[in-house]
C-alpha cells in the first residue's frame, strides 16, 4: 500500500531524510518514532505529496506521489499536526466540502457525513463556524474529514494533540477496527505509549536514517532487553551511543 | 510491482469545470459568511467603511469632474496623456502587487497545504487563489478608477455605451498585469529559488528607481512655468514612455477614449463605439491568453515549487543593531530597566517584523518623496500655509493607522502571553507604559522630520515651522496614548492575529477618536491663520455679516500673537487629554485584567 523506495530528501546541504525503503502491506498500523529533527514530518510531507524527494520514490497504492499525485491523493486520508480548516466554514459544511472533493455522490457523501459526526461526537458544534473551535474540536473535524471517503491510507502526524481522553479512546478505537477492515495506517507520534499498545510495527528514525523497523516484540530481542518498556527501548535506540547499528 | 489497487468505489476524480464549480461554491460561501459576520459583529466598522468609502468615491467624482472640465479645455491631447501614464503605472503597481499575493498564497498559506493534500488539479488551485489575489489587488483600482472614468464620462457628454463598457474593460485590463504577476510569482519560486528574492529586489528597485526618474523629470525646472504652453509640451514629450502602442494600458485608455467619443451633435458615435470594440476585443484576447499561460504553468510548476520552496534552508539571521538593544537595555537607572527591556523586545519584534517596518517605510517614504517636490512648484503665502497645515494632517492620519494597526494590537497579543509577564517582577503598568514609549518614540522622530520637510519646502516663515512641529509632537503623544490605552481597555485575549484585533469594535472606534483628535488639532492650529484671511476677504466679511472694521480689529488679534498663543495652548490641552486619559483608563483597566 505504502513503498518508499531509496527515498532520500535535502534541505540545502543538510539530509533530513537518507536512503529510505520500506514497504507498508496492507491493514498494517506503522508507527513512526524518532526524536525532533529526525526527519519524521519530512517523510509524512512526502507522502502526502507536499514535499518530492530529492531522490528515489514515494507510492501510494502504486501510484507515484511526484507523477501520478491526484490518483494517490484519491486513496489518502490525511491528519495533520497543526489542523487545516476554513474558519468561515461550519463543520459540516468543511465536510461537504471535501466529500465533494472527492466526488463522493451526494447521498452516499450525506450518510458519511452523519456517520462521522456520530463517531467524532460533532454533533453539538457541526453548524457552528470553525472560529469559534478550539483545538480538539478542530481535530477531531480533521479526523472525521480524512475519514470519509473511506480512504486505503490513513496518514497521521502526531494525531492525539490537543484531543481528550474521550477523544483518544475513540480515536484508537476507530484506528484498530479500520486497520481490521484493511485501511493502512501511517503514524508518526511521540506518544510511545501509543505505539506499544496500536502498532504493528514501528520504526525508529535518528537523523533522517531509520534506525530500526520491527515489532516491538523484535526490538526487544535486538536490544536483548527482555521486560524493558518501549520507553526505556526507544531512549537507547535514539541516544548518541545507541546500540543498534 | 503489484498491480495498482482501483480507487475506492465511492471517490472519483473531478472534471476541471466541476472543481471550478466547487471553488466558486466555497467562494461564495465563504464570502457570505464574512459579511454576515461583519453585519452581526463589526456594524460600526462596516457602517464607517461604507460612508468613508461613499464619501472618498464623491470627493474623487467631484474632484475629477472639476479637473478634466479645466484640463480638457486647455488641451486636446491631455486626456489621452493622463490616462496612458495612470493606467501604465497601475499596470506595473498590479503585476508586483498580484505576484506578491499569488506567492503569499499558493505557497505560504495553511489552505495551500490542505488543498494540495486533496485530489485537485493544481491549475484549480491556482485559479482559486489567483482569483483571491485579484480581488486584493484590485479593489483600489475600482475605487480610485471608476470615479476618474465616470468623471471622465461626464465631461464628454459620452452615451450610455461607454458606462456599459466600464467594467469589461476594467476586468479585460486588469487580468493582464495580474496574469503576468502570477507567471513571474510561479517562474521564479520553481525555476530560481535561490535567486528569486534577489531577482524580485532588483525588478521592484528598478521599478522605483524609473518611478522616481519619471516624477523627478516631470518635476525639475518647472517652477516658473507650470501649466504654461512649454509646461504642457515638455511633460508631454516625457510621458510620452506611456504611450507605448504595444502596451495593454494604451489599449485600455484608448478604448475608453473612442468609447467616449460623440458626434458633433452629442449622439452616440458608431465609428467610436466598432473602434473602442476592437481595443476591447485586443484587450480580452491577451487577457485570456496570459492567464491560460498562467493556468498551464501552474499545472507543471506548482507542485515542484512549493516542495522546492519548502526545502529552502533560512539564512542564518545576523544581529547587526544588537549593541543598540544592549545600549537602550543599560541605559538610564536600573529603577526603569524592566521597562527598557520590555522596550527592546518590542524594537526586535518590530524589526524583524517585515510587514510592520516595510509598510512604515513605504508610506512615510512616498510622503517623504512628495514632500521633496514641493519646491517645483510655485505658491503664494497663504496657499502654502494651507498646504502646510493639510501636510499636517495627513502625516497625523498616516501615523494614525500604524497606531491603529501595530500598536492598538499589541497589549491584547501581550495579554496572550500573560503566563511569561505574568511571573516577572513587572508592574503591569509597566508593560502599559512601555508600548506608549515605544510608539512614541518611534513616530516621533518620522512625523517630526516630514512636517519639517514639508514646510521648508513649502517656504513657510520659521514660525509657522515651530507652531507645526508643536502639533506633531501633540500628535504623536495623542495618538500614541489613544491606540495604547483604548488598546489595555479593551483587548482582545483570544485572537491572535493583530489585523483581526484592530479591526474589531475597539481598534476601529480607536481610529475614529484619533481622526477626531487630527481633526481637532489641524482646525486648532490652522484657524487664526484662516480668520486674517477671512478677514481681509470683503466676499467673505459680508457673508458672515461683518464690518470691514470690526473684522481688521478681530483679524489683528486672532492672526497676532494672542490668537497664535491660544490656539496652541488649546493644541497643547488637547494632546495632553488624548495621550493621559485613553492612558489611565487603560491602565486601570489593565490591573484588574484577568488573563
Given at each position: 500500500m505504502i513503498e518508499f523506495d531509496h527515498v532520500s530528501r535535502t534541505y540545502g546541504a543538510k539530509t533530513a531524510v537518507a536512503d529510505l525503503t520500506l514497504a507498508i502491506p496492507r491493514g498494517e498500523l506503522f508507527a513512526l518514532l524518532g526524536p525532533n529533527g529526525a526527519g519524521k514530518t519530512t517523510t509524512i510531507r512526502m507522502l502526502v505529496g507536499l514535499l518530492h524527494p530529492s531522490r528515489g520514490a514515494v507510492r501510494v497504492c502504486g501510484h507515484d506521489l511526484v507523477r501520478d499525485p491526484r490518483a494517490a491523493h484519491l486513496h489518502l486520508g490525511y491528519v495533520p499536526d497543526e489542523p487545516c480548516l476554513y474558519d468561515k466554514l461550519t463543520g459540516r459544511e468543511f465536510l461537504w466540502f471535501i466529500a465533494d472533493m472527492f466526488g463522493m455522490p451526494r447521498r452516499l457523501a450525506g450518510e458519511r457525513i452523519d456517520r462521522e459526526v456520530e463517531h467524532f461526537e460533532l454533533g453539538e458544534f457541526?453548524?457552528?463556524?470553525?472560529?469559534?473551535?478550539?483545538l480538539g474540536m478542530k481535530q477531531r473535524l480533521v479526523f472525521a474529514a480524512s475519514l470519509l471517503h473511506d480512504p486505503d491510507v490513513l496518514v497521521l502526524d502526531e494525531p492525539m494533540v490537543g484531543l481528550d481522553p474521550r477523544s483518544v479512546r475513540i480515536v484508537k478505537d476507530l484506528l484498530a477496527a479500520r486497520t481490521r477492515e484493511g485501511m493502512t495506517v501511517f503514524m508518526s507520534t511521540h506518544t510511545l505509549a501509543m505505539a506499544e499498545e496500536m502498532a504493528d510495527r514501528v520504526g525508529i528514525m535518528v537523523r533522517g536514517q531509520l534506525r530500526f523497523l520491527g515489532t516491538v516484540a523484535e526490538l526487544r530481542e535486538q536490544m536483548a532487553l527482555?521486560?524493558?518498556t518501549l520507553e526505556q527501548l526507544y531512549l537507547e535506540v535514539t541516544s548518541p551511543r545507541g546500540r543498534l547499528p | 510491482m503489484s498491480a495498482k489497487p482501483q480507487a475506492p468505489a465511492i471517490v472519483r476524480l473531478l472534471s476541471f469545470e466541476a472543481e471550478s464549480r466547487l471553488f466558486m461554491r466555497l467562494r461564495a460561501t465563504l464570502a457570505w459568511e464574512t459579511v454576515r459576520s461583519m453585519l452581526t459583529d463589526a456594524r460600526l466598522r462596516l457602517s464607517i467603511v461604507t460612508l468613508l468609502s461613499g464619501l472618498f468615491w464623491g470627493a474623487l467624482y467631484g474632484l475629477f469632474l472639476e479637473a478634466f472640465a479645466f484640463l480638457d479645455a486647455l488641451h486636446a491631447d491631455v486626456m489621452s496623456l493622463l490616462f496612458n501614464a495612470f493606467f501604465s503605472s497601475l499596470m506595473v503597481m498590479l503585476v508586483f502587487s498580484t505576484g506578491i499575493l499569488v506567492y503569499s498564497g499558493m505557497y505560504c498559506s495553511t489552505e495551500a497545504k490542505l488543498l494540495l493534500?486533496?485530489?485537485?488539479?493544481a491549475e484549480t488551485i491556482f485559479a482559486h487563489k489567483f482569483g483571491e489575489a485579484i480581488w486584493f489587488s484590485s479593489w483600489g483600482f475600482v475605487l480610485l478608477g471608476s470615479p476618474m472614468l465616470a468623471a471622465h464620462g461626464m465631461v464628454r457628454g459620452s452615451a450610455w455605451p461607454y458606462y456599459a463598457l466600464l467594467l469589461p474593460f476594467m476586468v479585460s485590463f486588469v487580468l493582464i498585469p495580474a496574469s503576468l504577476g502570477g507567471i513571474c510569482c510561479m517562474t521564479l519560486v520553481a525555476w530560481m529559488p535561490r535567486l528569486r528574492l534577489h531577482a524580485f529586489s532588483i525588478a521592484a528597485a528598478l521599478a522605483c528607481a524609473a518611478a522616481l526618474w519619471i516624477g523627478w523629470a516631470m518635476c525639475r525646472q518647472t517652477r516658473i512655468d507650470t501649466m504654461s504652453a512649454a509646461w504642457f509640451e515638455r511633460t508631454f514629450a516625457r510621458l510620452s514612455?506611456?504611450?507605448?502602442?504595444?502596451?495593454p494600458s494604451w489599449w485600455l485608455s484608448s478604448g475608453l477614449l473612442e468609447a467616449a467619443r460623440t458626434e458633433a451633435d452629442g449622439s452616440l458615435s458608431f465609428e467610436g463605439l466598432s473602434e473602442a470594440l476592437k481595443f476591447l476585443a485586443l484587450l480580452a484576447a491577451h487577457a485570456l491568453v496570459l492567464q491560460s499561460l498562467a493556468g498551464w504553468l501552474a499545472r507543471i510548476t506548482y507542485r515542484h515549487g512549493y516542495s522546492q520552496l519548502a526545502g529552502e534552508v533560512p539564512a542564518r539571521?545576523?544581529?547587526?543593531l544588537r549593541w543598540f538593544d544592549r545600549m537602550l537595555g543599560h541605559a538610564g537607572f536600573s529603577a526603569g530597566r524592566p521597562l527598557r527591556l520590555l522596550l527592546v523586545k518590542d524594537l526586535r519584534l518590530f524589526r524583524r517584523d517585515i510587514s510592520q517596518w516595510s509598510q512604515f517605510v513605504i508610506f512615510f517614504g512616498l510622503l517623504g518623496l512628495y514632500f521633496a517636490n514641493l519646491r517645483s512648484f510655485n505658491y503664494n503665502n497663504v496657499y502654502a500655509a494651507m498646504i502646510g497645515h493639510l501636510n499636517l494632517a495627513v502625516v497625523g492620519l498616516i501615523l494614525s493607522t500604524f497606531t491603529t494597526r501595530f500598536v492598538y494590537p499589541m497589549i491584547s497579543l501581550e495579554g496572550r502571553r500573560f503566563w511569561i509577564l505574568g511571573l516577572l517582577p513587572v508592574h503591569r503598568d509597566q508593560i502599559v507604559w512601555s508600548k506608549f514609549l515605544f510608539s512614541f518614540l518611534g513616530s516621533v522622530v518620522p512625523c517630526c522630520g516630514l512636517v519639517l520637510l514639508s514646510d521648508s519646502m513649502l517656504g513657510l516663515p520659521w514660525g509657522l515651522i515651530l507652531r507645526h512641529e508643536l502639533c506633531a509632537l501633540m500628535l504623536c503623544l495623542g495618538l500614541s496614548g489613544i491606540a495604547v490605552g483604548m488598546g489595555a481597555r479593551m483587548?482582545?485575549?483570544?485572537?491572535?492575529s493583530p489585523s483581526k484585533i484592530s479591526s474589531g469594535f475597539g481598534g476601529t472606534l480607536s481610529l475614529v477618536l484619533s481622526s477626531l483628535f487630527i481633526m481637532a488639532v489641524v482646525v486648532a492650529a490652522a484657524l487664526p491663520s484662516h480668520v486674517y484671511l477671512l478677514a481681509s476677504t470683503p466676499a467673505a466679511l459680508s457673508w458672515l455679516g461683518l464690518s470691514p472694521g470690526s473684522s481688521q480689529a478681530m483679524a489683528a488679534w486672532v492672526g497676532g500673537h494672542g490668537g497664535t498663543i491660544v490656539s496652541l495652548g488649546f493644541v497643547v490641552l488637547l494632546g495632553l487629554a488624548a495621550t493621559f486619559i485613553p492612558l489611565e483608563l487603560g491602565l486601570r483597566a489593565f490591573r484588574g485584567l484577568e488573563a
Amino acid at each position: 500500500m505504502i513503498e518508499f523506495d531509496h527515498v532520500s530528501r535535502t534541505y540545502g546541504a543538510k539530509t533530513a531524510v537518507a536512503d529510505l525503503t520500506l514497504a507498508i502491506p496492507r491493514g498494517e498500523l506503522f508507527a513512526l518514532l524518532g526524536p525532533n529533527g529526525a526527519g519524521k514530518t519530512t517523510t509524512i510531507r512526502m507522502l502526502v505529496g507536499l514535499l518530492h524527494p530529492s531522490r528515489g520514490a514515494v507510492r501510494v497504492c502504486g501510484h507515484d506521489l511526484v507523477r501520478d499525485p491526484r490518483a494517490a491523493h484519491l486513496h489518502l486520508g490525511y491528519v495533520p499536526d497543526e489542523p487545516c480548516l476554513y474558519d468561515k466554514l461550519t463543520g459540516r459544511e468543511f465536510l461537504w466540502f471535501i466529500a465533494d472533493m472527492f466526488g463522493m455522490p451526494r447521498r452516499l457523501a450525506g450518510e458519511r457525513i452523519d456517520r462521522e459526526v456520530e463517531h467524532f461526537e460533532l454533533g453539538e458544534f457541526a453548524d457552528d463556524l470553525a472560529e469559534s473551535y478550539s483545538l480538539g474540536m478542530k481535530q477531531r473535524l480533521v479526523f472525521a474529514a480524512s475519514l470519509l471517503h473511506d480512504p486505503d491510507v490513513l496518514v497521521l502526524d502526531e494525531p492525539m494533540v490537543g484531543l481528550d481522553p474521550r477523544s483518544v479512546r475513540i480515536v484508537k478505537d476507530l484506528l484498530a477496527a479500520r486497520t481490521r477492515e484493511g485501511m493502512t495506517v501511517f503514524m508518526s507520534t511521540h506518544t510511545l505509549a501509543m505505539a506499544e499498545e496500536m502498532a504493528d510495527r514501528v520504526g525508529i528514525m535518528v537523523r533522517g536514517q531509520l534506525r530500526f523497523l520491527g515489532t516491538v516484540a523484535e526490538l526487544r530481542e535486538q536490544m536483548a532487553l527482555e521486560s524493558t518498556t518501549l520507553e526505556q527501548l526507544y531512549l537507547e535506540v535514539t541516544s548518541p551511543r545507541g546500540r543498534l547499528p | 510491482m503489484s498491480a495498482k489497487p482501483q480507487a475506492p468505489a465511492i471517490v472519483r476524480l473531478l472534471s476541471f469545470e466541476a472543481e471550478s464549480r466547487l471553488f466558486m461554491r466555497l467562494r461564495a460561501t465563504l464570502a457570505w459568511e464574512t459579511v454576515r459576520s461583519m453585519l452581526t459583529d463589526a456594524r460600526l466598522r462596516l457602517s464607517i467603511v461604507t460612508l468613508l468609502s461613499g464619501l472618498f468615491w464623491g470627493a474623487l467624482y467631484g474632484l475629477f469632474l472639476e479637473a478634466f472640465a479645466f484640463l480638457d479645455a486647455l488641451h486636446a491631447d491631455v486626456m489621452s496623456l493622463l490616462f496612458n501614464a495612470f493606467f501604465s503605472s497601475l499596470m506595473v503597481m498590479l503585476v508586483f502587487s498580484t505576484g506578491i499575493l499569488v506567492y503569499s498564497g499558493m505557497y505560504c498559506s495553511t489552505e495551500a497545504k490542505l488543498l494540495l493534500t486533496l485530489p485537485v488539479r493544481a491549475e484549480t488551485i491556482f485559479a482559486h487563489k489567483f482569483g483571491e489575489a485579484i480581488w486584493f489587488s484590485s479593489w483600489g483600482f475600482v475605487l480610485l478608477g471608476s470615479p476618474m472614468l465616470a468623471a471622465h464620462g461626464m465631461v464628454r457628454g459620452s452615451a450610455w455605451p461607454y458606462y456599459a463598457l466600464l467594467l469589461p474593460f476594467m476586468v479585460s485590463f486588469v487580468l493582464i498585469p495580474a496574469s503576468l504577476g502570477g507567471i513571474c510569482c510561479m517562474t521564479l519560486v520553481a525555476w530560481m529559488p535561490r535567486l528569486r528574492l534577489h531577482a524580485f529586489s532588483i525588478a521592484a528597485a528598478l521599478a522605483c528607481a524609473a518611478a522616481l526618474w519619471i516624477g523627478w523629470a516631470m518635476c525639475r525646472q518647472t517652477r516658473i512655468d507650470t501649466m504654461s504652453a512649454a509646461w504642457f509640451e515638455r511633460t508631454f514629450a516625457r510621458l510620452s514612455i506611456t504611450e507605448q502602442k504595444l502596451f495593454p494600458s494604451w489599449w485600455l485608455s484608448s478604448g475608453l477614449l473612442e468609447a467616449a467619443r460623440t458626434e458633433a451633435d452629442g449622439s452616440l458615435s458608431f465609428e467610436g463605439l466598432s473602434e473602442a470594440l476592437k481595443f476591447l476585443a485586443l484587450l480580452a484576447a491577451h487577457a485570456l491568453v496570459l492567464q491560460s499561460l498562467a493556468g498551464w504553468l501552474a499545472r507543471i510548476t506548482y507542485r515542484h515549487g512549493y516542495s522546492q520552496l519548502a526545502g529552502e534552508v533560512p539564512a542564518r539571521r545576523r544581529r547587526p543593531l544588537r549593541w543598540f538593544d544592549r545600549m537602550l537595555g543599560h541605559a538610564g537607572f536600573s529603577a526603569g530597566r524592566p521597562l527598557r527591556l520590555l522596550l527592546v523586545k518590542d524594537l526586535r519584534l518590530f524589526r524583524r517584523d517585515i510587514s510592520q517596518w516595510s509598510q512604515f517605510v513605504i508610506f512615510f517614504g512616498l510622503l517623504g518623496l512628495y514632500f521633496a517636490n514641493l519646491r517645483s512648484f510655485n505658491y503664494n503665502n497663504v496657499y502654502a500655509a494651507m498646504i502646510g497645515h493639510l501636510n499636517l494632517a495627513v502625516v497625523g492620519l498616516i501615523l494614525s493607522t500604524f497606531t491603529t494597526r501595530f500598536v492598538y494590537p499589541m497589549i491584547s497579543l501581550e495579554g496572550r502571553r500573560f503566563w511569561i509577564l505574568g511571573l516577572l517582577p513587572v508592574h503591569r503598568d509597566q508593560i502599559v507604559w512601555s508600548k506608549f514609549l515605544f510608539s512614541f518614540l518611534g513616530s516621533v522622530v518620522p512625523c517630526c522630520g516630514l512636517v519639517l520637510l514639508s514646510d521648508s519646502m513649502l517656504g513657510l516663515p520659521w514660525g509657522l515651522i515651530l507652531r507645526h512641529e508643536l502639533c506633531a509632537l501633540m500628535l504623536c503623544l495623542g495618538l500614541s496614548g489613544i491606540a495604547v490605552g483604548m488598546g489595555a481597555r479593551m483587548p482582545d485575549l483570544r485572537e491572535s492575529s493583530p489585523s483581526k484585533i484592530s479591526s474589531g469594535f475597539g481598534g476601529t472606534l480607536s481610529l475614529v477618536l484619533s481622526s477626531l483628535f487630527i481633526m481637532a488639532v489641524v482646525v486648532a492650529a490652522a484657524l487664526p491663520s484662516h480668520v486674517y484671511l477671512l478677514a481681509s476677504t470683503p466676499a467673505a466679511l459680508s457673508w458672515l455679516g461683518l464690518s470691514p472694521g470690526s473684522s481688521q480689529a478681530m483679524a489683528a488679534w486672532v492672526g497676532g500673537h494672542g490668537g497664535t498663543i491660544v490656539s496652541l495652548g488649546f493644541v497643547v490641552l488637547l494632546g495632553l487629554a488624548a495621550t493621559f486619559i485613553p492612558l489611565e483608563l487603560g491602565l486601570r483597566a489593565f490591573r484588574g485584567l484577568e488573563a
